[in-house]
C-alpha cells in the first residue's frame, strides 16, 4: 500500500516526488499492483486518475491537486455542471441584488423630475440573500482549499485573497444588521465583483496583462500629462483677454478662466468632445489662434493616444502569450501525467517490460469516464480506433489531445433519390450554389424596394401612407421565399435542408413571414389602392407591415456566408462574442466598482429644478449646452441602475464635459477626479484592450486560415477558435528551435511534451516530479 501521509498531499508537492531525477525503477507497491488481491480496485483507481488527468488538460487547469479516490470524487463533483451551474448563479445573484437593495432601481425613469419613490426592501430581505450567497462561497474556498492542500493555499494569493474577501463581507454584513440597515456605506458592496473575478482563469490572465502593462502606459501617462500641462500654461499665457468683449477675452472666461478650468477644457479636447467649441471664440477674433488647438490635437490625441493603444495592444499580445504559455503547459502536463498513469498499467499486464505504451483499449476505458460531449468522445475514438492494436506512444497520446480542439463539420444526410430523369435534373438546379445566388438577388431586391418606399414616404404620416403597392410587392417576395423553401426541401431533403444553418435560418424566417402575411391578409383583407383600413386587433395595418418589413431586412443577412470578405468578419464577431466573456467580465468588475463608488459619492447631489417640469425653452437662466438646458437630469448616481447608465455615457466621451461641470458645480471640484479616473479605466485601458483583442482575432483569422486547415488535416475540419488556440499557432512557430535544447536538458519525456513550448511559468521539476508522485497503488514510477 502506499503511504497513507503521500494521499494528503497535492500531487506535484515536492514531499511527494522531489524533482524526479532520483526515481528508482519500481517500488513495493508496484509489486502490489502485479501480485495483490486488489489489483483490479488498483487498475479502477489508475483509471480513474488518468479520466481527471485528460479532464484537466482539456479545461487547462492544474494538476497539482489530491488524488486519492474520496478527493478526486469531490473534485469531479466540484467541477460537474451542476456545481458550476450553481456557483455561477450564486455570483450572478450576488451582484444583481445591487439592483434591489437600497437606493433600488425598480422605478421607471432615472429622471430627478418624475422618478417616484422606489420601493426599498425590508431589512434582513436581502441580507438573508446575500448571507446565502457568501455560505456558498465558503464551501468553495474551503473544497479548493482541501483539494490544492495547506502548502498550496499559502502559496496562492488569489485563495488568501478569497479568504480576506469573505471575512471582510460577513463581518460587514453583521454590522449591517448590527445597524438594522442603517450604515452609511456597506463596504462589502464594493468587494462583489471579485467573486466574479476569482471564478475566471481568463479574467485574471487580463487582469495580469493590464498590471504589466502599467509601467508602460505610465511612462505615456506621464507625457501626456505634460502635454497637458505645457499647453494648458501656454493657453493661459495666450489668452489673457486684452480688452473687454475680444475674441481673448471670451476664450479665457469661457475656458480658460483659471488653471483647473484650463486644464479640463484641454483634457476634454484630448478627447475631441468639445471640439470645435473650445477653438471657436478665439478662431472667430483670429484665425491664427487654431495653430494652437490643432498642434494640441496633434501631439495629444493623434499622436500620445494612439502610442498607448499600441503600448497596450504590444503587452497584451505579449503577456498574453506568456500566460497561455503556462496554460498549454498545463495541458500538456496533464496529457503526459495520463498517459505515463495508463502506460504503468499496460506495463503491468507485458510480457515485455521494455516495451512502453498506452493499450488503445485502456485508453477506450478511460474516455468513458471523462465528462465529455458525445460528439467530440466518438471524434477521439475514431482517432484511436484508427491506430489499430497497437501500443499508443508519448508522442501519439499527444497528438490524440488536438481532436478536442477541432469542430467536425458534420456530413450532410443523403439526398433524397429520384428515379424520374426531370426530377434528378431539378434536383440537381435546385442544390446548385446558383441557385442560392439568386435567393441573394431577389432578397436584395426586397431590401431596395423597402428602402425606396421609406424615402418616398419619409415626410408622410402613417396613417396617411397607401401601402398598396408595398403590400402587394411583400406579398411577391414571400411566395418566393416560401417557393425557395419547398424547392430546397425537395432538392435537398427535410434533414439535409436543416443541416445547413443557414437554410434554417431563412426556413424560420419564411415560416413567420408567411404566418404575419396570412394574419395581416386575415384581418385587413388583400391590399387595394387606398388601403387604410382602422386598427383592428392589437397592431395596426401600419404596424403589421412594419414587422414584416423589419424580418425581411434581418432576412437580409443571409448573404453574409456568400461573400468571403464578409464571412471572415462575421466569424470574427462570433468568435468575439464567444471570448468576450473574460473581457466583459472585467468591464463589469470595473462598472460594478466605479458605480458603487459613484452611489456613495454622489448620490442626491443632483436635485430636481423648481416648479413642475423642466425648463422652459425661453429660460435663459441654463446657459446653452448646460447639463440643466440638455435636460441630462436622467444622469445621476442615485440608484445603482443610473449609475451605470451615466458610467457609460461618460465612457462614449461624447458631451463628457457636461457631465465634469455639473458635477463641480452640484458637488464640487473634487468631483473631476471621480470622472476623469473612469474614463481613464474604461474609455483608454478597456476599450483599448478590446481592440488588441479584436485585431489579434482578426489578423489570425485573416492571415492563418490555410494553416488551420493544415493543422486539422482534413479540408472539412475546422478548428474551434478559442483564445486559448488563437495564440498555439505563434507559440509553435516561434518557440521550435527552443525544443532541441530543452529535450537536451530535460531529458526522456520531457522533449516531447514541451519541445514546441517557451519557458512555462510553472517549474520544470513540478512536471518532472509527478513521474515519482502517483497516489494509493499507482505508484508506477518508470525508469528515466
Not at 492544474?62 to 450553481?86: E, F, K, P, T, V
Request: hydrophobic letters at 45%; one cysteine or more.
Amino acid at each position: 500500500m502506499a503511504d497513507p501521509g503521500a494521499e494528503s498531499e497535492p500531487l506535484l508537492s515536492r514531499a511527494r516526488g522531489g524533482s524526479g531525477r532520483d526515481c528508482p525503477g519500481g517500488s513495493a507497491a508496484c509489486r502490489s499492483v502485479r501480485d495483490g488481491p486488489g489489483a483490479v480496485s488498483r487498475r479502477e483507481l489508475c483509471f480513474d486518475q488518468a479520466a481527471v488527468f485528460i479532464e484537466d488538460a482539456l479545461q487547462y487547469r492544474s494538476i497539482n491537486h489530491r488524488m486519492d479516490a474520496r478527493s478526486m470524487w469531490l473534485y469531479r463533483l466540484y467541477y460537474s455542471n451542476a456545481c458550476q451551474w450553481i456557483l455561477s448563479f450564486t455570483i450572478f445573484l450576488i451582484l444583481f441584488l445591487a439592483f434591489i437593495e437600497n437606493p433600488s432601481s425598480l422605478t421607471s425613469t432615472a429622471d430627478v423630475r418624475y422618478r417616484s419613490a422606489p420601493w426599498n426592501p425590508p431589512c434582513g430581505l436581502t441580507e438573508s440573500v446575500e448571507v446565502l450567497c457568501l455560505l456558498v462561497f465558503v464551501a468553495d474556498v474551503s473544497v479548493k482549499s482541501y483539494l490544492v492542500g495547506w502548502a498550496q493555499f499559502r502559496t496562492n494569493l488569489w485563495l488568501l485573497a478569497y479568504l480576506a474577501v469573505l471575512v471582510v463581507s460577513l463581518m460587514d454584513w453583521i454590522v449591517s444588521l448590527s445597524l438594522v440597515c442603517q450604515e452609511p456605506l456597506r463596504v462589502r458592496r464594493l468587494f462583489r465583483p471579485f467573486f466574479l473575478m476569482q471564478n475566471s482563469s481568463m479574467m485574471k490572465k487580463t487582469l495580469k496583462c493590464v498590471r504589466s502593462s502599467l509601467p508602460e502606459m505610465a511612462s505615456v501617462m506621464l507625457l501626456l500629462a505634460l502635454h497637458l500641462c505645457v499647453f494648458t500654461v501656454f493657453g493661459m499665457l495666450l489668452f489673457t483677454g486684452e480688452k473687454q468683449g475680444d475674441g481673448q477675452d471670451r476664450e479665457r472666461l469661457m475656458y480658460f478662466r483659471n488653471l483647473p478650468e484650463a486644464l479640463t477644457s484641454l483634457l476634454v479636447l484630448l478627447t475631441t468632445a468639445n471640439n470645435p467649441d473650445v477653438m471657436t471664440p478665439a478662431y472667430s477674433k483670429n484665425r491664427a489662434y487654431a495653430i494652437f488647438f490643432i498642434v494640441f490635437t496633434l501631439i495629444g490625441s493623434l499622436f500620445l493616444m494612439n502610442l498607448l493603444t499600441a503600448i497596450i495592444y504590444n503587452r497584451f499580445r505579449g503577456y498574453l502569450m506568456k500566460s497561455f504559455q503556462t496554460s498549454l503547459f498545463r495541458r500538456r502536463l496533464g496529457a503526459r501525467a495520463a498517459y505515463e498513469v495508463l502506460s504503468s498499467v499496460t506495463a503491468v499486464g507485458q510480457a515485455h517490460p521494455q516495451e512502453v505504451g498506452v493499450k488503445p483499449q485502456d485508453f477506450l476505458q478511460v474516455l468513458q469516464k471523462v465528462q465529455l460531449d458525445s460528439f467530440h468522445k466518438q471524434a477521439v475514438m475514431e482517432k484511436v480506433r484508427s491506430y489499430g492494436g497497437d501500443l499508443l506512444s508519448a508522442d501519439e497520446f499527444q497528438k490524440l489531445f488536438n481532436e478536442f480542439d477541432k469542430r467536425v463539420i458534420k456530413e450532410p444526410p443523403p439526398r433524397p433519390e429520384y428515379l424520374s430523369p426531370f426530377l434528378q435534373r431539378a434536383q440537381f438546379l435546385f442544390s446548385h450554389r446558383y441557385f442560392d445566388y439568386l435567393g441573394n438577388f431577389i432578397a436584395l431586391g426586397n431590401l431596395v424596394s423597402i428602402s425606396v418606399f421609406l424615402v418616398v414616404d419619409a415626410d408622410v404620416l402613417p396613417e396617411d401612407r397607401d401601402d398598396f403597392v408595398l403590400g402587394i410587392l411583400n406579398c411577391v417576395f414571400i411566395l418566393y421565399y416560401l417557393l425557395e423553401l419547398l424547392l430546397k426541401v425537395f432538392a435537398l431533403g427535410l434533414p439535409g435542408y436543416l443541416a445547413y444553418s443557414s437554410n434554417a435560418f431563412d426556413g424560420l424566417l419564411t415560416i413567420i413571414l408567411l404566418v404575419l402575411e396570412i394574419s395581416t391578409l386575415a384581418v385587413y383583407r388583400f391590399p387595394h389602392p387606398g388601403w387604410k383600413p382602422e386598427v383592428l386587433g392589437l397592431l395596426s395595418l401600419w404596424d403589421m407591415a412594419r414587422l414584416v418589413n423589419v424580418l425581411i431586412v434581418f432576412r437580409f443577412l443571409r448573404i453574409i456566408p456568400s461573400m468571403k470578405l464578409m464571412a471572415v468578419v462575421a466569424s470574427t464577431i462570433l468568435d468575439l462574442i464567444r471570448n468576450m466573456r473574460a473581457f466583459g467580465g472585467i468591464l463589469v468588475v470595473v462598472y460594478y466598482v466605479f458605480a458603487i463608488m459613484g452611489i456613495s459619492l454622489f448620490r442626491g447631489v443632483i436635485v430636481a429644478p423648481p416648479g413642475n417640469g423642466s425648463l422652459a425653452p425661453d429660460n435663459n437662466s441654463a446657459p446653452c449646452g448646460s447639463f440643466e438646458q440638455l435636460e441630462y437630469w436622467a444622469n445621476n448616481f442615485d440608484d445603482f441602475a443610473a449609475a451605470l447608465i451615466t458610467l457609460w455615457n461618460v465612457m462614449v466621451v461624447n458631451n463628457w464635459q457636461v457631465f465634469l461641470d455639473a458635477y463641480r458645480r452640484y458637488s464640487g471640484p473634487w468631483s473631476k477626479i471621480y470622472f476623469v479616473s473612469w474614463w481613464l479605466v474604461s474609455s483608454v485601458i478597456w476599450v483599448n484592450l478590446f481592440l488588441a483583442l479584436i485585431l489579434e482575432n482578426f489578423l489570425h483569422k485573416w492571415d492563418r486560415r490555410s494553416h488551420l486547415q493544415s493543422l486539422a488535416g482534413d479540408p472539412d475540419t475546422t478548428y474551434q477558435m478559442s483564445v486559448e488556440l488563437l495564440f498555439r499557432c505563434v507559440e509553435e512557430e516561434g518557440a521550435s528551435a527552443l525544443g532541441e535544447g530543452r529535450a537536451r536538458w530535460g531529458g526522456g519525456w520531457v522533449s516531447s511534451v514541451t519541445a514546441t513550448l517557451p519557458p512555462p511559468a510553472l517549474s520544470w521539476d513540478q512536471g518532472l516530479g509527478f513521474l515519482c508522485s502517483c497516489s494509493q497503488g499507482c505508484e508506477l514510477c518508470p525508469a528515466l
